[in-house]
């Protein structure tokens, strides 16, 4: 059971190229969330999805973009990265019981530098 | 909007004594999720508690208990038996009822066990 898988692991883009993070869980969750860390800061949302086809904007959206077209996958785009966009990057998902009430499991993380 | 506030950046305790790491938050929900996230060196993300504000009761998971007083907005967490695994960063979050998925973390406390 691999749980919630995010990749890549590390990423150095140069500024204005794009990307997209892939986020896949296999635990049939509903809702899935994408993060982001700062040097000294907690997690901010940025997007999360309540179930397949479904997105909504989180704390700190502008910038990024996501996809959730199939239930088990989220995709997190950046068009445009810029250097403020350098931070750790995490996927979370959680069943529908009530968002992160109940247990939500973190990928590993993706580190990405903007140069 | 909501806010969590932890006021104690950095924090440490000699390995078998007792710690408490505070957590504040605002809001205007009277329904919500709070939880404690432990975050070691790996960067893996472990819930350690959660404590759902309908219940007066305080939640505990083994050396692991809150503090939860709604009408001060506040949810501490007491480590019992400090261990040198418990050495993480840990994070206070908070989700609304009304809008689960919306998740709203604190900075962090940064804990270090001694030997």
């Known amino acids: 059971n691999a749980g919630v898988t995010q990749t890549p692991k590390f990423r150095v883009l140069k500024t204005g190229q794009s990307m997209t993070l892939l986020c896949a869980q296999d635990?049939?969750?509903?809702?899935m969330y994408w993060y982001r860390q700062d040097p000294g800061m907690g997690l901010r949302l940025i997007h999360y999805s309540v179930g397949e086809g479904t997105t909504a904007k989180g704390e700190v959206p502008d910038g990024y973009n996501v996809s959730r077209l199939k239930k088990q996958n989220f995709l997190l785009g950046l068009e445009s990265a810029a250097p403020s966009q350098t931070s750790v990057y995490f996927c979370?998902?959680?069943?529908?019981?009530?968002?992160?009430?109940?247990?939500?499991?973190f990928g590993q993380g993706t580190r990405l530098t903007v140069v | 909007a909501q806010t969590v506030t932890q006021s104690q950046p950095e924090m440490s305790v000699q390995e078998a004594e007792t710690v408490t790491l505070s957590c504040t938050y605002d809001t205007s929900e009277s329904n919500y999720y709070l939880f404690w996230y432990k975050q070691p060196p790996s960067r893996q993300m472990i819930l350690v508690i959660r404590q759902e504000a309908y219940k007066q009761q305080n939640a505990t998971e083994n050396r692991f208990s809150v503090n939860f007083q709604k009408a001060a907005k506040s949810f501490s967490l007491k480590i019992s038996d400090s261990q040198l695994g418990d050495t993480a960063m840990y994070f206070c979050?908070?989700?609304?009822?009304?809008?689960?998925?919306?998740?709203?973390f604190g900075d962090g406390t940064t804990l270090t066990v001694k030997p």
């Open positions: 979370a998902s959680s069943d529908a019981a009530g968002g992160l009430g109940t247990e939500a499991f």
């Open positions: 635990m049939n969750h509903e809702y």
């Open positions: 979050a908070f989700e609304p009822y009304t809008n689960a998925g919306k998740s709203t």
